[in-house]
């Protein structure tokens, strides 16, 4: 597959390191993004760079996007004050979207570059900055299987694991649904250190306990929200990303958007969506999600 022309479109936070990356591995690549401080970036770190995302899909075989949402992939997809990405692009061609979008988006995104005579894998990723520059990230994966083995190799550089996770939309739906937990899960353990705290409990006896016994999750035991018991979890530099508040709101956005379109009788899941809303509004949008715990503390002071 280095011989795939690849389209890159989208050089933000993760795009810019994505395409370094396949740039680095001999792949043929020609990225652009609509900020031109974006594309000048791109330019700086070496990979070739073009004028408008219809000169950068010109014979591409791959076109890979790194939007910051399903709008912005449906209107790129369609086109709106001229022609679209799918009405431009060569028969065939694979549209791999990487960015995190509804699932719903992803599912109409996958019809309409099917109905365009073109292929479509959705295939969002977990893993943050820090995955994307050391080609590390987990790719959540809805596509047909034959695809996904036309990509393989691709997907290889910019990740470390690969799950398949069924046909168009699956690799949102997993998505989504990780990150719900994720949301959830630190919720649950700040409200009980700070519960701790208020019981006279020392940070690091909870966590002795809680990573060893039946409360023991990932928001505890790798990105603990209390300062200490994890030294490379982000509360040890005063919530530094991580993984932003503005992220998790956006993400847990799209799981209620999911729980509505299914009609699930969740509450957890619309509950954590608007604290962590509120985290967000509130100053937290560029802090990692863990500092959920210092709104939490805050808001019990004088209660004991
Ligand atoms: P970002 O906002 O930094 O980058 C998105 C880029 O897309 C921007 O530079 C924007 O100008 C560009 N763009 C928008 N419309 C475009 C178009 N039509 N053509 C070309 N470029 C266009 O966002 P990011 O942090 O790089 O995240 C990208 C996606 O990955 C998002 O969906 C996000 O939810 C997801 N994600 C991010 C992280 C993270 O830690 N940043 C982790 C996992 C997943």
Redesign the pocket.
Known sequence: MESATIAF???????LPMAKNLVAAGYDVRA????QA?VDAASDAGIPTAVS?LEAIRGASVVL?????GQ?LL??YRGVDGPGLLSSAGPDTLFLD????NVDDAREAARLALEAGHRSIDA??????VGAEAGTLTFMIGALAADLESVRPLLEVMGGKLVHCGEHGAGQAAKVCNNMILGVSMIAASEAFVLGEKLGLTHQALYDVVSTASGQCWAVTTNCPVPGPVPASPANRDYQ?G??GA?MA??LGLAVNAIQSTGVAAELGPLAARIYERFRDEGGAGRDFSGIITDIRDRSEGAD
């Open positions: 479109l989208g050089l933000g936070h993760m795009g652009f993004d609509v900020v974006a995302s996007t790194m939007f910051p949402g912005q209107d790129a990487c960015s995190t979008i969002p990723v977990s893993g943050g900055v990303p993984f932003a992220l956006k993400d």
